[in-house]
């Protein structure tokens, strides 16, 4: 199963959005509402912050969010703030339960 | 308050073996699919092996079927990850996770990780 593809990088000020995509194929991302998103800072483990690609998991703040399109999922971050900076991680379910996690987006805020 | 606290991790050879545990506590643990995920330095995370709530099914990368086996106790809240024939590709971070569902679709809390390094 291969890793899904994600920009190595993304930015933007304080206030303003960004947009990280996630690209699979039709067997994983395409073909299920099971796409995740976490957030993981320097030396912790990852935070679920979106789950089946565009739901909040309790306490994570509506300034993310998810969407789909085809074999490719988004999260926005909005309004971004500085403890935003961090790594960011989509998964999605690949079938015959397995799952199967893109490289990651180191997300600066400037 | 969902826990999830690995043991077991160490150093090794490569051919050697290593059990990884995990304790859960927080939620009803025969409920829910469990699975562990590692994380090399600087790499994304991959997911290596799950198990379904009731333990009845188990399921593997193909990176590591046939020398992996996941197991659950869930008389005791436990998962256990016997690792063997350890490669130096099998270094990193390993994770024991909790899934949505009975069955693995999506995790939603992780432990804080355990370090495995195979190296001669």
């Known amino acids: 199963q291969s890793a899904l593809t994600q920009p190595p990088s993304a930015s933007g000020s304080p206030g303003q959005s960004v947009t990280i995509s996630c690209t699979g194929t039709?067997?994983?991302?395409?073909?299920?509402?099971?796409v995740s998103w976490y957030q993981q800072h320097p030396g912790k483990a990852p935070k679920l912050m979106i789950y089946e690609v565009n739901k909040w998991p309790s306490g994570v703040p509506d300034r993310f969010s998810g969407s789909k399109s085809g074999n490719t999922a988004s999260l926005t971050v909005s309004g971004l703030q500085a403890e935003d900076e961090a790594d960011y991680y989509c998964s999605s379910y690949a079938g015959s339960n397995n799952l199967v996690f893109g490289g990651g987006t180191k997300l600066t805020v400037l | 308050e969902v826990q999830l606290l690995e043991s077991g991790g160490g150093s090794v050879q490569p051919g050697g073996s290593l059990r990884l545990s995990c304790a859960a506590s927080g939620f009803p643990f025969s409920s829910y699919a469990m699975s562990w995920v590692r994380q090399a330095p600087g790499k994304g995370p991959e997911w290596v092996s799950g198990?379904?709530?009731?333990?009845?099914?188990?399921y593997y990368a193909d990176s590591v079927k046939g020398r992996f086996i996941l197991s659950r106790d869930n008389s005791k809240n436990t998962l256990n990850l016997q690792m063997s024939n350890l490669r130096a590709e099998d270094t990193a971070v390993y994770y024991c996770v909790k899934d949505q569902r009975s069955a693995p679709r999506g995790v939603d809390y992780w432990g804080q990780g355990t370090l495995v390094t195979v190296s001669s």
């Open positions: 198990i379904s709530g009731s333990g009845g099914s188990t």
């Open positions: 039709s067997s994983d991302v395409g073909g299920y509402n099971y």
